[in-house]
Antibody
């Protein structure tokens, strides 16, 4: 069974960069996309984007100008960077394996708060 | 962006009851729709993909139907472990991938 675990700072200052990593275990990264999804009380679940095992990306247009994703298959990890954060980026961030266009295995999520 | 509208927002039901959840898309997504179950403190779980295909481990009491803009998830007889929030999500070629706001099933 595939297992995903998010990690990273739980508190980020406004205007700085949010950086999260996702460790994948129990399966290969090859042949799948790897998504970041966030959840807020107001907007619900929001797909941030995904990256393939070879590094091709597809980002949500609403966040595209601030998002960078990377993947390291040798470490079974992929990462998210979101720059110029504001309070609106406070959310529970999930990483997920994505089969086609369906996130089929998710991490438990990590709460990131943007505050000074 | 395709907007998914789920209804109702909350349902209060008892174990053993049959329930149907609705998801309506702002434009056709063909059959590219999935359903997820989410319990507090847990990872969301894929239940149904491509409208009606059960993901591995999804019990047979869960079934999905629909096409185009109107979709339903039916639970034939609620078990205690089914009380959770259910989300629909559209896939296919439409970007960004989007989710509905969810329907909460709570115990009556």
């Amino acid at each position: 069974q595939v297992h995903l675990q998010e990690s990273g700072p739980g508190l980020v200052k406004p205007s700085e960069t949010l950086s999260l990593s996702c460790s994948v275990s129990g399966g290969s990264m090859i042949g799948y996309h790897w998504s970041w999804i966030r959840q807020t009380p107001g907007k619900g679940l929001e797909w941030i984007g995904y990256i393939s095992h070879i590094g091709s990306t597809d980002y949500n247009p609403s966040l595209k100008s601030r998002v960078t994703m990377s993947v390291d298959t040798s470490k079974n990890q992929f990462s998210l960077r979101l720059n110029s954060v504001t309070a609106a980026d406070t959310a529970l961030y999930y990483c997920a394996r994505t089969w086609g266009t369906y996130p089929d295995f998710w991490g438990q999520g990590t709460l990131v708060t943007v505050s000074s | 962006e395709i907007v998914l509208t789920q209804s109702p927002a909350t349902l209060s039901l008892s174990p053993g009851e049959r329930v149907t959840l609705s998801c309506r898309a702002s434009q056709s997504v063909s059959s590219h729709l999935a359903w997820y179950q989410h319990k507090p403190g847990q990872a969301p779980r894929l239940l149904i993909y491509d409208t009606s295909s059960r993901a591995t481990g999804t019990p047979a009491r869960f079934s999905g139907s629909g096409f185009g803009t109107d979709f339903t998830l039916t639970i034939s007889s609620l078990e205690p472990e089914d009380f959770a929030v259910y989300y629909c999500q559209q896939g296919g070629n439409w970007r960004p991938l989007t989710f509905g706001l969810g329907t909460r099933l709570e115990t009556k």
